[in-house]
């Protein structure tokens, strides 16, 4: 099972950015998917994370700004970044809990590569 992030860049305060998220491998099912962030010198925190039935959490900093989506192909997720300020640098890691296929029914947590989003002021 991979997860493979992109989109990040560099962007102005004020700008925006989509990141995307495939999951790719012997998947049987994926049950919850999720973006987090890390700064340097920072923990690693959760933005955003939507269940397979479509439920949303936010960080509170990003409530308003971000928005995290599911695409057409079950396999993959976005996160919808606007009105991005400096305190967004980071990098940014696609998540996933899912259900590898040919083995026992319960999630497993995977990781993408991480991908950097840099604002400037």
């Known amino acids: 099972v991979q997860l493979q992030a992109s989109g990040g860049g560099l962007v102005q305060s004020g700008g925006s950015l989509r990141l995307s998220c495939a999951a790719s491998?012997?998947?049987?099912?994926?049950?919850?998917m999720g973006w987090y962030r890390q700064a340097p010198g920072k923990q690693r925190e959760l933005v955003a994370s939507?269940?397979?039935?479509?439920?949303?959490d936010y960080e509170d900093s990003v409530k308003g700004r971000f928005t995290i989506s599911r695409g057409d192909a079950w396999n993959t997720w976005y996160l919808q970044m606007n009105g991005l300020s400096p305190e967004d640098t980071a990098t940014y890691y696609c998540?996933?809990?899912?259900?590898?296929?040919?083995?026992?029914?319960?999630?497993?947590?995977?990781w993408g590569q991480g991908t950097q989003v840099t604002v400037s002021s």
């Open positions: 491998g012997n998947i049987f099912e994926i049950n919850n």
């Open positions: 939507i269940t397979k039935s479509g439920g949303t």
């Open positions: 998540q996933a809990l899912l259900v590898v296929g040919g083995g026992k029914r319960r999630d497993s947590e995977f």
